[in-house]
């Protein structure tokens, strides 16, 4: 018996990298999942798809930018499962973004990155509460990044998103908590990752500083999230979990 037994969990950015793992390894613990991607536009997602479908899931298209695209997923996973147990806020925009001072950011960079990394867990919210509340339960997990609380040179914007991530949760988990709605964040460190490869060099990464003395995988991440996702979790709300192998204690 799994800890998500029959918990039908959103997962946004779920078709690639850190999404693709919190989707496998959820539905391990036997999670209904919905892999919500923008688009499976690779071999990888597609097949990644085709498997979550094996194992009771369902794939979507979403833009999480997209009021419309977001009301649509949560009615097709109603239409589906009839109920929303867990949403996990893992879309963002990070793959192919490069150091910039903040004089060289240019402004419409600033604003496609915001509006996808905090309007997107704004609408997707937005989509899920009123079947959350119907039901009086629901567990909202939204993925921030240790950078909120260490800053990262030449990487003002998205940093900024993050941190705007970790207000966001909090605010959300004080107005949530009388449905019993839980919301809480996870504060990945460097990850090594495909959209993380295309950010600098895995091979140079300072692991020194890192206590547990390796770099970060996916997989690392993933009992985190099911923490917070499932029953054992109940009466934790508004708290921030930094996984980085103890690089940044607080």
């Not at 990298?17 to 613990?29: I, K, N, S, T, V």
């Not at 915001?114 to 867990?121: A, E, I, S």
């Not at 908590?177 to 809480?184: K, L, S």
Request: aromatic share 8%.
């Amino acid at each position: 018996m799994g800890r998500l037994d029959g918990k039908v969990t959103i997962v946004t950015g779920g078709a690639k990298g850190l999404g693709r793992e919190f989707c496998f390894g959820f539905a391990e613990e036997g999670a209904k999942v919905v892999m919500a991607a923008h688009r499976f536009d690779t071999d990888d997602a597609n097949r990644a798809a085709g498997e979550i479908e094996l194992k009771g899931g369902l794939a979507l298209e979403v833009d999480v930018t997209s009021e419309e695209s977001t009301r649509l997923m949560v009615e097709k996973t109603l239409g589906e499962y009839g109920r929303i147990d867990v949403l996990l806020n893992n879309a963002a925009m990070y793959r192919g973004v490069t150091r910039k001072g903040i004089l060289e950011i240019p402004v419409d960079e600033w604003d496609r990155l915001l509006t996808v990394n905090l309007k997107g867990p704004f609408l997707c919210c937005r989509a899920v509460i009123p079947q959350m509340i119907k039901q009086q339960k629901g567990k909202i997990v939204d993925i921030s990044s240790e950078t909120a609380f260490t800053g990262s040179k030449g990487m003002i914007h998205y940093v900024t998103s993050k941190g705007g991530a970790l207000g966001f949760s909090r605010c959300l988990a004080a107005e949530l908590g009388q449905y019993n709605i839980c919301v809480n964040t996870i504060c990945p460190g460097f990850t090594d990752t495909p959209a993380s490869r295309t950010i600098g060099d895995v091979a140079k990464y300072d692991i020194s500083r890192t206590p547990l003395n390796r770099m970060e995988q996916p997989g690392d991440l993933v009992g985190a999230a099911i923490f917070f996702a499932s029953d054992e979790s109940d009466f934790i709300t508004g708290q921030a979990l930094v996984v980085d192998g103890g690089r940044y204690m607080h």
